[in-house]
């Protein structure tokens, strides 16, 4: 292993661990505030992380960041920071309580409108 490959682990590792104490203070946050049986911390944190990931893929193929920072921001920092399985237990949960139609609209609005953020943070990386 390379020098930089370690240098890249180690900054990868340390952006996972910081997207994952931004997530965990984020959710709390949210939840604090929010007065509603909707999961609005996952649902917030996982929007705005699928917007930042189209954001950084946009701007590393316009070459204003490396593929270097973009793999430490994307898959250290937004793995860290955003959370399929959290969303799934949410929605899981949801339904077990009673509420069918509350969990499978988190469920399908969480994929579609992080599907939405995803392209529309491309598109902002595009554009700029």
Do not use: C, K
Not at 5 to 22: D, K
Not at 40 to 64: C, D, K, P, R, W
Not at 73 to 85: D, E, K, N
Request: hydrophobic content about 55%; charged content about 5%.
């Amino acid at each position: 292993m390379t020098l930089a490959m370690l240098g890249q682990l180690m900054a990868t590792g340390l952006a996972g661990a910081l997207g994952a104490l931004s997530r965990y203070l984020l959710g709390r946050f949210i939840s604090a505030r929010a007065a509603t049986a909707l999961p609005l911390g996952t649902l917030v944190i996982n929007l705005s992380g699928a917007f930042a990931i189209g954001l950084l893929f946009a701007l590393a193929q316009e070459h204003v960041i490396s593929t270097m920072v973009q793999s430490v921001l994307a898959t250290g920092f937004l793995g860290g920071y955003t959370t399929f399985s959290t969303m799934s237990w949410e929605g899981v949960e949801l339904l077990r309580d009673g509420s069918g139609w509350l969990g499978l609209l988190y469920l399908v609005g969480s994929l579609l409108l992080g599907l939405l953020a995803a392209a529309g943070g491309l598109a902002v990386g595009r554009w700029l």
